[in-house]
């Protein structure tokens, strides 16, 4: 991946819905230049897709939180929450993690009676599941804004 790459990535991270021609010119490209790069990210799986970002206020999902899991550690114990957490609707990201727990999960929920729900009958009920710890969400400081793309390291 060049700098002409990172460029494009950055460009359409900011703006995925801009014309082909308007990303070509501001990186210097003709547009089926700028085409066949895109092309070319996309099959090596650079660009894993495109989408919409969505307030979730107008999914009456007024509530987020983070769900620290510790699994029972037994033959297979993770590979079987893995699976389980796949069908879990509400769960925004699972992480498996380091340290004191074995997964994080950043769901979203309408109220605090769906988020207990959520945790009791859906993720409590995985089999292996060991320990839950919730924290609410009180306010989005940063939101998503994408995958930071270094240009340039960081020196002392």
């Keep these: 991946m060049d700098d002409i790459d990172r460029r494009i990535l950055i460009g359409l991270q900011n703006d995925g819905r801009q014309t082909n021609a308007n990303l070509a010119k501001s990186v210097g ?3 089926s230049a700028m085409l066949a790069r895109i092309r070319r ?5 650079c660009i894993r897709g495109y989408r919409a970002i969505i307030d979730p206020a107008s999914l009456d999902l007024g509530l987020q939180a983070l769900i620290a899991i510790q699994a029972r550690h037994s ?3 993770l590979a079987t ?10 769960v925004r990201a699972c992480y498996r993690i380091s340290g004191t727990y074995d997964y994080m999960l950043h769901v979203a929920r309408r109220d605090l009676t769906q988020l ?3 945790t009791k009958h859906k993720i409590a009920a995985i089999e292996g599941v060991g320990r839950i ?6 306010t989005e400081v940063i939101s998503d804004v994408g995958w930071p793309i270094v240009t340039e390291e960081l020196t002392d």
């Design 133 to 138: 710890e919730t924290m609410l969400v009180f």
């Design 41 to 45: 990210l996309e099959d090596q799986g």
């Design 75 to 77: 033959t297979n114990a």
């Design 116 to 118: 207990g729900l959520m």
């Design 29 to 31: 490209l003709s547009p």
């Design 81 to 90: 929450f893995e699976r389980g957490i796949m069908g879990v609707q509400g």
